[in-house]
């Protein structure tokens, strides 16, 4: 069936640091990809997402390319501001339409 | 923000009782989503509705049931708590108009639910 990794955190980071959140898959057919947020209290947000190979998805200064070679979907920002501090979830719809989420990561920038 | 919204938001019950959390929408939406978030599991699927009295099982059905008697509400019943449901519950929308596969999904705000 269809799978979501996402690498293991917390990851803690400093105010302007470059960040780089791994997410891979596995699914059949050609999924559509996204990347969820949700801050502290809250319900889950779509921040990017990407319907085709080679796509980019992009938001808030946050990027994310469409990779079938390295089924790969990988978040990354410039520089990251304490507001970022939030959980991260990747995700996918396969052939059954259904969304399919990783475990989620949980960010923390500090001043 | 999509307009949607749970309630109670918060309840505490105890084993054995029967518990409906109820999710409503304003956006007139025809794809509701019962999710369930539990630490190390990201959300998984309950339920979902794909129209009034359309209703499907999802990765983690065993011990609820839904209902959706009009467009703008999922409920979601816990026909005898347990504690293993212990969680937050999201309710999520979609309009699938592209395609269910391509579509956003706009999440509610979650319950959270304790069965002592």
């Known amino acids: 069936g269809d799978s979501v990794t996402q690498m293991e955190g917390p990851v803690t980071l400093s105010e302007e640091a470059f960040l780089t959140i791994n997410c891979t898959y596995t699914a059949t057919g050609y999924p559509s990809l996204f990347w969820y947020v949700q801050y502290p209290g809250e319900g889950l947000q779509l921040l990017l997402k990407a319907t085709k190979a080679d796509d980019k998805g992009s938001n808030k200064g946050f990027e994310a390319t469409y990779r079938k070679e390295t089924t790969s979907f990988h978040l990354e920002k410039g520089s990251v501001q304490v507001s970022d501090s939030a959980v991260y979830f990747c995700a996918l719809t396969g052939a059954n339409s259904k969304l399919t989420f990783g475990k989620g990561i949980t960010l923390s920038v500090r001043p | 923000d999509a307009g949607i919204t749970q309630s109670p938001r918060h309840k505490v019950t105890e084993t054995g009782t029967p518990v409906t959390l109820r999710c409503h929408q304003t956006?007139?939406?025809?794809?509701m989503y019962w999710y369930r978030q539990d630490p190390g599991h990201g959300l998984r699927l309950i339920h979902y509705s794909y129209g009034v009295k359309d209703t499907d099982k999802g990765e983690v059905s065993d011990g609820y049931s839904v209902s959706r008697s009009k467009t703008e509400d999922f409920l979601l019943t816990l026909e005898s708590a347990t504690s293993s449901q212990t969680s937050v519950y999201f309710c999520?929308?979609?309009?699938?108009?592209?395609?269910?596969?391509?579509?956003?999904?706009?999440f509610g705000p979650g319950t959270r639910l304790t069965v002592l």
């Open positions: 956006e007139n939406h025809r794809y």
């Open positions: 999520a929308i979609s309009e699938a108009s592209g395609g269910a596969g391509t579509d956003t999904q706009y």
